[in-house]
């Protein structure tokens, strides 16, 4: 594989492979293979206080996570700890399924959502996977997912290394994103690509440094450079460094960039390391380039909960490479377990028009046609660069008659306006053919049945072309020997364990309401050479929810939504980092950093940050705080016939802003 990716991994692994011996290589889990088990797994995490950033898990991450989650929920604990035990030998089969499918409707294009590019009126699924270890430090891995038109390895990779850098070969899946519906980078919509990955499993330093790099060979593109319009294969390389400097709280920025494959396109090593680091280098001109920054927040109280976001770009904008332009904002919010039996997921993706679109790779960032980020944006005309909003909610059960019963609801609405070539021309009518809502209910269910999980699956739904589809289907998994079977009956004395197994809230959390108003001036710069229109102050309300938990002693982070009225316009926040340092007095100031949306005719998007104080207890649990909020050139794009002309397809905003509230805590 050309791009140089080879004599690095072997240069980084000797590297790392200096550092321990004591742990080796590790096998992966499956990604949406096992939707039911990746559930349980999910929320061992979670209750583990492991904030996790991407996806697919390494078993010893999840094994290390188990004592933790034990002292949590005994019953999710011993399920999972039994089905890892599949992955304690030397050589084992881990996963295998088959299902079978009754269809009916009118949709005979579409795909299964995140599902390795599955028509939705195909009939069968086949997968397997399973793997050899001759070595502490070697892995052999043999897998495959099959549908009717289409066998994919997944699964199938040579591993070697440690815990600190381990190559992989082969089709190994990645899954950049906190969210576990809609990952806007890389997920499992399209089918698995062949590559080369270097990345540790165990986190380096103090700070809890991970990093995970890939190189691929992409399906074939059509091309447009220097004049010609040619078909080739690009390569994409990918780059995922995240830290997790307090216990619960991880923070992290993945970068792809697709290049070469076509006449004139450099695809050299040395244009690969000159200008992946250069956002605003050649990379703009002669590839295509997505980025991202992600969080994850784990509150860890009698209800625990995991809050995150990705915010995510496909260039840079005006103001310098670390903002990001044609945004995408992702939200999520997980409860692991809700009394006895729930748990429930909720998330949030909306992204500007553009994305997975391109002017040299006219295909855009796709593998065999269907996008390799987020599962919406197939739901669109081919290479069409219109945005959407999408969400999901999902509601599991364990009843006590035993099996997880799954419940969960998709939406998507895709924007109902266009731009057509330069022009900005504008369909009154919406989009020149109308889109319809998307909107897509299933109801899974699956229990251990002697050497087996068997279950069924019902999907339903109306695409945004208005076609409707209805799939039943059957599905039987390989449970593991008579030693690693799940529980039969998990809602017996001896799997639930004490009580509901929920510990006493950690010192040092809070919940908190700020009610209050802004006072924010905005500054808009419409065009390029145009004068910078500023408005006078306005007073409009303030309302925010958070949380935050006590990471070091007097010092807090946590997470907050922020809803304000600016001049007549919604403005939503999301704090991502909000730090808080509390004095020997009621005396406490912070910092934060969050991505915002201001609700203009097409939304506008960028980072804000600032910091304040808070005079803490004025009344018990009331607290009063003061702050300044800078929104640094909110970008709105260009798509309505009412947009001012020029060469410069966004307007931005920037918003200051003084803030002044009360907080109540609980």
């Known amino acids: 594989m050309r791009g140089g990716l080879l004599p690095v991994a072997a240069l980084l692994w000797a590297a ?18 096992e939707p039911e088990m990746e559930r349980q797994i999910e929320r061992v995490l979670i209750l583990a206080d492991e904030p996790i950033l991407k996806r697919p898990f390494a078993v010893e991450l999840v094994r290390d996570a188990l004592p933790a989650a034990c002292r949590v929920d005994a019953a999710l604990c011993h399920r999972v700890e ?7 030998r030397d050589y084992a089969v881990t996963h295998a399924s088959a299902t079978g499918t009754l269809t009916h409707g009118k949709d005979k294009t579409g795909v299964v959502p995140n599902d390795y590019g599955m028509p939705i009126d195909d009939k069968w699924q086949l997968s397997a996977q399973g793997y050899v270890q001759p070595s502490d430090y070697l892995i052999a891995s043999v897998g495959g997912v099959a549908y009717s038109g289409r066998t994919v390895p997944v699964g199938s990779l040579l591993s070697f290394g440690d815990h600190y850098a ?64 040619a078909t080739g294969n690009p390569h994409l390389f990918g780059l995922q460094l995240s830290i997790e400097p307090f216990p619960g709280w991880s923070v992290g920025v993945n970068r792809l960039l697709q290049y070469g494959g076509g006449d004139g396109l450099p695809d050299s090593a040395k244009f690969l390391l000159r200008d992946f680091f250069r956002p605003g280098g ?4 002669q590839g295509n380039q997505e980025a991202s920054y992600v969080s994850r927040f784990i509150f860890p109280a009698k209800v625990p909960f995991a809050v995150y976001f990705q915010y995510a770009g496909e260039n ?16 999520g919010i997980d409860f ?25 790779f006219l295909n855009g960032m796709t593998t065999d046609g269907l996008v390799d980020g987020n599962w919406g944006a197939d739901q669109r005309q081919p290479d069409s660069g219109v945005g959407a909003r999408s969400q999901m909610l999902r509601v599991g059960w364990e009843p006590s008659f035993g099996g997880y019963l799954e419940e969960r609801v998709r939406t998507l609405v895709n924007q109902q306006y266009v731009a057509v070539a330069e022009q900005r021309e504008y369909s009154p009518g919406g989009v020149p053919f109308a889109y319809h809502h998307y909107l897509d209910f299933t109801l899974r269910y699956s229990r251990p049945w002697n050497a087996a999980v068997v279950g069924g699956e019902l999907l339903t739904g109306q695409d945004v072309f208005g076609q409707k589809f209805t799939r039943l289907s059957g599905f039987v998994r390989y449970g593991g020997d008579a030693r690693t079977r799940q529980d039969e009956n998990p809602g017996s004395d001896d799997a639930i364990g004490a009580e509901t197994g929920l510990t006493s809230d950690v010192h040092g959390l809070e919940r908190f309401v700020d009610i209050g108003v802004n006072a924010s001036v905005v500054h808009a710069n419409l065009q390029e050479r145009e004068p910078i229109e500023s408005t006078k102050t306005g007073i409009d309300p303030h309302l925010a929810i958070g949380a935050r938990r006590e990471v070091a002693p ?27 340092y509390r004095f020997d007095n009621p005396l406490a100031v912070g910092l934060f950093i969050g991505v915002a949306r201001y609700d203009l005719a097409t939304p506008a998007y960028s980072i804000y940050y600032g910091g304040g104080a808070q005079w803490r207890d004025i009344l018990p ?46």
């Open 16 to 33: 790392g492979a200096t550092l321990a011996h004591a742990d080796g290589a590790t096998a992966y889990l499956p990604i949406n293979l």
């Open 82 to 88: 039994r089905y890892l035990e599949r992955y304690s």
């Open 166 to 229: 381990q190559v992989d070969i082969g089709y190994r899946n990645h899954w950049w994103s906190p969210m576990t519906d809609s990952s806007s980078l890389m997920s499992t919509e399209a089918p698995t690509l062949p590559s080369v990955t270097l990345s540790n499993y165990e986190p380096l330093t103090r700070l809890g440094l991970q990093y995970e790099l890939f190189l691929a060979r992409m399906t074939p593109n059509l091309i447009a450079y220097d004049g010609k319009e």
């Open 282 to 285: 050649q990379s703009q001109n």
């Open 316 to 331: 840079t904008e005006d103001g310098g490479s670390y903002l990001l332009g044609n945004s995408a904002l992702s939200a």
């Open 336 to 360: 692991p377990t809700l009394g006895k039996y729930f748990d429930v997921t909720y998330e949030f993706s909306e992204w500007q028009n553009t994305w997975y679109a391109n002017f040299i």
């Open 554 to 580: 007097d010092n807090d982070l946590g997470v907050r939504l922020e809803a304000d009225q600016v001049h007549g316009h919604n403005l939503i926040g999301v704090r991502a980092v909000d730090y808080r």
């Open 621 to 666: 649990k009331w607290d009063l705080g003061l702050e300044y909020r800078h929104d640094q050139n909110l970008a709105r794009d260009h798509l309505l016939p009412s947009d001012p002309p020029g060469l410069r397809p966004d307007s931005f905003y920037k918003i200051d802003g003084e803030l002044l509230f009360v907080s109540r805590r609980f």
